[in-house]
């Protein structure tokens, strides 16, 4: 079951069960969205643009503030311009951003140092004796031969 990630309805950012970012430490600038669109895109602020200060942040643990600085850096900013929608690309914004913070806080996978099967050491070296015998094979006869 996938993890509800957004807005909420006192304007935090969830951004997992142990993670919620206040409003107050997230700010969010509209623009015009550029490129085609005509009097609507010139005239209309719909492209939204959502920024985080992870260093000021004091809704993060230490260990949280090290994984996002390491993986995303001190600041972070997430832009959404796809509809004509100033809401929708706001809430497209926030998603963005919970999304990336979600992934930065996630710790690494645990590398557990397996060892080949006894077959597969069996058969590299079984291909190796093959491919001995075929260059031995194509060398030229010695003057013994």
Do not use: C, W, Y
Not at 43 to 69: N, Y
Not at 89 to 100: I, P, S, T, V
């Amino acid at each position: 079951m996938a993890e509800h990630r957004g807005l909420e309805p006192d304007g935090s950012l969830r951004v997992s069960r142990s993670l919620r970012i206040p409003a107050s430490e997230i700010s969010v600038s509209t623009s015009t969205p550029g490129g085609p669109g005509g009097q609507h895109a010139n005239r209309t602020e719909s492209k939204v643009t959502v920024s985080f200060d992870v260093e000021a942040s004091e809704a993060l643990g230490p260990r949280q503030r090290a994984r996002i600085l390491a993986a995303l850096g001190p600041q972070l900013r997430v832009t959404a311009s796809e509809s004509r929608s100033q809401a929708t690309n706001k809430a497209e914004a926030f998603d963005r951003l919970a999304g990336k913070l979600a992934m930065a806080i996630v710790p690494p996978a645990v590398r557990r140092k397996t060892r080949p099967p006894i077959s597969a050491s069996r058969k590299r070296l079984k291909a190796k004796r093959e491919q001995a015998e075929r260059k031995q094979q194509r060398r030229r006869p010695g003057s013994d031969d």
